[in-house]
């Protein structure tokens, strides 16, 4: 009944180029399918941090449960995303700049035929985005809402220069988010939260991977778990992929959606 399953060591303090490309390992997406005759689904992938207790911040904020070994992840699985998904709101209070390109994968993102960088997506129902927020202006950032977005904070975002695409009449919607991100060739799906678009996700069911990095602390307090979703709760079964810690106390666990032979 109870399987041992080990954990691998993660030492980010050795050969960084050989960590990075071992932990690139770990986390390939599903090959690419091919996109004729119709658009390829895209692959959803979560990356969480939490606390021993479940706190998904400290302070209102996830930073502070972050390591070094979790930067390492968080820097992996952009590289290998064609796009990072993001509420607005968490973009903001976390201090998101545009993804940059990053040298120690040029090659690998060449040879999938990615951009040198992953795009930025920012999800937001009210546009309430500052208006000198830096990433607005920038060509790989779009900012997706719904067609009830107030009408002053639309215009004031696409005068900051941002590119605005309606998912929706009066929410985004999540499926329709998809479509976009598949129109574009955007396959390698990467959401970084908050709580609440994940828990948007889980609900219309099209998570496919969620990587959770525990830090090693407890936090207790009020603070909100890494799923938000004011729904009746519903049931969705994983399997734990993969289980790596590092010399800090950090686990990082990789669950992919379960398929009717694990049930």
Partial sequence: ????????QLTPADDEAATLRW????YAYPPRPSSPPCLPRPCVRANMVSS????VTVDGRSGGLGGPGDKMVFRVLRALADVVLV?????????YRQPSPDDAFATD???REQS???ALALLSRSLSIPDDYPPLANADTIVLTCESAPADRRSALADAG??????????????TVMDVCAERGWIRVLSEGGPSLLGALVAADVLDELCVTTSPTLVGGDAGRIIGHDGPADLRRM?????????????????????????
């Fill in 1 to 8: 009944m109870f399987g041992l399953q080990k954990a691998t």
């Fill in 23 to 26: 932990l690139a390992e770990q």
């Fill in 52 to 55: 021993i207790d479940g706190a």
């Fill in 87 to 95: 509420g607005a709101s968490t973009a903001v209070t976390e201090g």
């Fill in 109 to 111: 993102r060449e040879a």
């Fill in 116 to 118: 040198p960088a992953p």
């Fill in 162 to 175: 941002a590119t605005l695409i309606d998912c929706g009449a009066d929410t985004v919607d999540v499926h």
């Fill in 239 to 263: 399997r734990p992929e993969s289980f790596i810690t590092d010399d800090d106390g950090f686990v990082f666990t990789r669950w992919v959606r379960a398929s009717a032979d694990d049930a």
